[in-house]
């Protein structure tokens, strides 16, 4: 996730109820599943794999 978009959240999250830290960590997936894509089309398999791998983190924050 490039710089800008971490300051964002970072800032959003600081201010956050509870409902809205679920709506930002979704948030924050798609936009880690949307860098994984960008980094598949053109053939970086390895930060690919390093998106992919806190997109699940992201979800197994939401699952508790």
Do not use: P, W
């Not at 809205?20 to 949307?34: A, G, K, P, R």
């Not at 960008?38 to 924050?61: D, F, Q």
């Amino acid at each position: 996730m490039k710089d800008q978009f971490k300051q964002e959240f970072t800032r959003r999250i600081t201010c956050a109820n509870k409902t809205q830290l679920v709506v930002i960590m979704f948030e924050m997936f798609h936009q880690e599943i949307n860098d994984a894509m960008e980094y598949c089309k053109i053939g970086n398999y390895a930060n690919m794999h390093a998106e992919i791998t806190r997109s699940r983190n992201i979800v197994s924050e939401l699952i508790k």
